[in-house]
């Protein structure tokens, strides 16, 4: 089939929509973070790699380095099963599925910030229902302070992040399982395949294309985890929950503007580094239809 | 087609890493809001106005804003003139107001914590209205606090507005009657008190290590009785420009182990981490905490929980002792009035704030917020811990918060007194507090820092 052709010019206001808001920005950006720009100083002066080895030296960073992986790792993973697991689920006939599909992606349309706010109340130590439903249950051992200790802090908001995006997740999965024919399903039923195995040899494969989209989109949004994160714990207690974001908007706060804007240079190289052969790698295992 | 769809997609994943650069980049610099004094826009704002026009007045949410709003009720009467309250998040107002200034989104007048070093941060010699020779501003006010208003160069950007404050322990002075127990006299002495409470059941001490700030006050209180004996005021000026390490004060090394000790010995509540001031002021007031170590800004919140006549006689105060003796009072200067120099009405934002400042309205604040009077022919019944630190004042045991006396700050100290809560590690906290004071003298471009 013959491809229909438009004329270049018709991309312009795109292009142009783009150089200027998305690809100026970054460029200024990349500059400034060569820069010594504080809002206390007069005028702002290149410094070249200055803010990138003082980054380097601060040990508060490294912490938010290491929670920021650890939270996009476990959120990545959990989203994606925890969504696949649903998809699976309500893509059989099932009474409720429709009400089902809308309650279960519902907490993705809430803002990160009123999610925080109730989630605050849902753990507080004495009040909260997690730990009056772990008392009522006899479980003591389960009674934590889940947001202000630091053995579970982390976890705590990784579990609420999950709860909010699995939703997500879900939808893109299913999908990408209403374009899977039915006929390869049904076939391999008929040839004595089990779910496991129909699910394993037909679907997984087919699903590749969500997965990669599922994947990348889990990663760079957890990379980039701030209101969450915020408003739950304000990366405490101590630095045990600080991420990328929540120590970027120190800096910025303290006037830093130049350093700040380095750190979220070191964001977007990190994030590049780590998405381009997990999307490389995705995209390698995925099947033509 | 294969390939062009793996292009794409990179692409589209660049441009989501790379979008993020893009809010470090828009923020736009402070300087374009700096326009000087003078500019046909200021002096355009600077015309008096015929019509009644609305000022904005901001404030922090932890101010109690009763009084504020009695005295612009009556300012509205007098003038015709409105003012809005708008009360901003207590923890987040500097940078609030940092971000407004930034986008020249000015408010006419607000209020703003004590210190020079606030000009610093607000490039005032840039954004904010010059007082210093103002007729009908400075003639009622306490001497030693205009000179703190002013800067090296004799200037002052804001009008002195409040009371002294205070910080120091508040205790019930129930729970200390119950246990028999009086004020201590040293610092072994509050220790044995602790204990002996302890003892009785009651939690000695609370810490809002939640809230971050409230974990700042055993240390800054804690500072005028120890650390300022320890270095002096010469000390206080070698900080002032980097000459002096903070790692190098043995007495600040000894507050860190003061606080462990007060920590391991069990006297603080069960869960410190999940510490708030709320909760603080509840337990203080129900009598299941003995004491606190805090600010007076604990006063109004017990007075609205638990009336004026609790606060009045059943709150105590003391110092933070020495090893030798009751301690040195800490005191802070009263909070400013400041005026935005590209205000939208500067002229009623100024008759706003001399008005403020009459004798009515004073007397107006005094009355819903007792304590020790800033204004020379002002009248106000002081609580009795307010009285006790008045005494201090009296005797000369009493000195200014550091915090007020030093340009650079001692940033994120609620974080990282949080974090040593956590490991308890004294040279770890003292490295990062000495590495972050640095780190905000350069910032703020310090003579000595740079």
Redesign the interface.
């Known amino acids: 089939m013959e491809r229909s052709k438009y004329p270049l010019y018709f991309s312009f206001p795109a292009v142009i929509v783009f150089l200027l ?3 100026t ?2 460029i ?3 500059y ?2 060569f820069t010594d ?6 005028a ?1 002066k290149f410094i070249g790699l200055e803010n990138y080895k003082e980054l380097f030296n601060e040990p508060r960073l490294k912490q938010a380095f290491i929670n920021t992986l650890i939270f996009a790792a476990a959120v990545t993973l959990l989203q994606n099963a925890v969504g696949l697991a649903l998809a699976l689920l309500l893509n059989e006939k099932l009474k409720l599925r429709n009400l089902l599909r809308m309650i279960f992606f519902m907490p993705y349309v809430i803002a990160p910030l009123v999610i925080g706010y109730i989630f605050r109340a849902i753990y507080h ?1 004495e009040h909260g229902i997690v730990n009056q439903f772990f008392g009522m249950l006899g479980i003591d051992f389960m009674v934590q ?1 889940w ?4 053995r579970f802090a982390l976890f705590t908001v990784i579990m609420t992040d999950i709860w909010r995006v699995a939703g997500f997740s879900m939808v893109v999965y299913l999908a990408g399982l209403q374009f899977i024919p039915k006929d390869l399903t049904e076939s391999a039923s008929i040839d004595g395949a089990n779910y496991w195995t129909r699910f394993k040899h037909v679907v997984f494969p087919l699903l590749a294309p969500a997965f ?1 989209v599922n994947v ?1 989109l889990a990663m ?1 949004g957890s990379m ?1 985890v701030f209101e969450i994160v915020m408003v739950l714990t ?7 929950t600080e991420v990328f974001y929540t120590y ?1 908007r ?1 800096t ?6 130049g350093y ?2 380095a750190i ?2 070191l ?2 190289v990190l ?2 580094l780590v ?2 052969p997990v ?2 790698a995705m ?1 390698k295992r ?1 099947v ?1 239809m | 087609m ?1 390939k062009m ?2 292009v794409h ?2 692409m589209a ?15 736009g ?3 374009g809001t700096n326009a000087p004094e003078g500019t046909a826009a200021a002096e355009a704002s600077a015309k008096p106005s015929a019509k009644p026009v609305t000022l904005t007045f901001l404030i922090p949410n932890t101010e109690d804003v009763t009084p504020y709003n009695l005295i612009f009720k009556e300012f509205e009467a007098k003038t015709g003139n409105k003012v809005e309250v708008q009360a901003l998040p207590g923890g987040d107002y500097d ?1 609030m107001l ?1 971000t407004r200034f ?1 986008t020249g989104d000015f408010p006419d007048v607000f209020l703003m914590q004590p210190g020079t070093k606030q000009y ?2 607000l ?1 005032a010699d840039e954004t904010l209205y010059e007082w210093s020779g103002e007729a009908g501003v400075w003639d009622n006010v306490i001497d030693t606090i205009v000179d703190f208003q002013k800067d090296a160069a004799g200037k002052a950007y804001g009008v002195p507005f409040g009371k002294t404050g205070m910080m120091g322990v508040f205790y019930n002075k129930d729970v200390f009657e119950k246990a028999g127990v009086a004020a201590p006299t040293n610092y072994a002495n509050l220790i044995e008190i602790a204990k002996k409470l302890k003892g009785d059941g009651v939690t000695p001490f609370y810490e809002g ?2 809230d ?1 700030w409230p974990t700042q006050v055993f240390y800054l209180t804690g500072w005028v009785s120890q650390v300022d004996q320890e270095i002096g005021d010469e000390g206080v000026q070698k900080l002032n420009v980097n000459q002096l390490k903070l790692s190098d004060i043995a007495a600040l090394k000894d507050l860190f182990v003061k606080s462990k000790e007060i920590k391991d010995l069990g006297l603080f509540q069960k ?1 410190t ?2 510490g708030t001031f709320d909760e603080l002021q509840n337990e203080l007031g129900e009598g299941k905490v003995a004491m606190a170590f805090m600010l007076d800004g604990i006063l109004p919140q017990l007075e609205k929980k638990f009336g004026k006549d609790f606060v009045t006689n059943k709150i105590g105060f003391f110092p933070f002792p020495t090893a030798t003796d009751t301690g040195t009072a800490m005191i802070t200067p009263p909070n400013q009035l400041m005026v935005p120099s590209k205000a939208k009405n500067l002229d009623a934002a100024k008759e706003l704030v001399k008005f403020m400042i009459s004798k009515e309205s004073v007397n107006t604040f005094y009355q819903s917020q007792p304590g020790i009077p800033v204004f020379k022919d002002a009248t106000s019944e002081l609580y009795p811990m307010q009285q006790t630190v008045k005494d201090y004042i009296d005797e000369g045991k009493s000195k200014v918060n550091v915090q007020n006396r030093l340009t650079a700050s001692f ?2 100290l609620g ?1 990282i007194l ?2 040593f ?3 308890g590690d004294v040279d770890t906290a003292i490295k990062e507090m000495d590495a972050n004071y640095v ?2 003298g350069n ?3 310090l003579e000595g820092f740079e």
């Not at chain 1, 720009?37 to 007069?42: F, L, R």
């Not at chain 1, 947001?147 to 630091?150: I, K, S, V």
């Not at chain 2, 994943?13 to 923020?27: D, I, P």
Request: hydrophobic residues 35%; positive net charge.
């Open positions: 808001f998305f690809i920005p970054t200024i950006g990349i400034y973070s720009w504080n809002i206390n100083a007069d702002i130590p302070d947001l202000n200790d630091p990669t990348l760079i980039k304000e990366g405490g207690p101590g630095y045990t970027i120190n910025f706060s303290s006037g830093e503007m700040a804007t979220n240079m964001l977007f994030v590049t998405g381009i999307l490389l995209k995925e033509e | 294969r769809k793996a997609l990179t994943l660049m441009l989501g890493a790379f979008s993020l650069t893009a809010c470090g980049s828009n923020n610099s402070s300087q940078n940092k930034s610093v941060k490039r290590v939640k971050g869960n981490l999940s940033l994120d974080k949080q974090n809560h956590i490991t780190k905000d910032s703020k471009r």
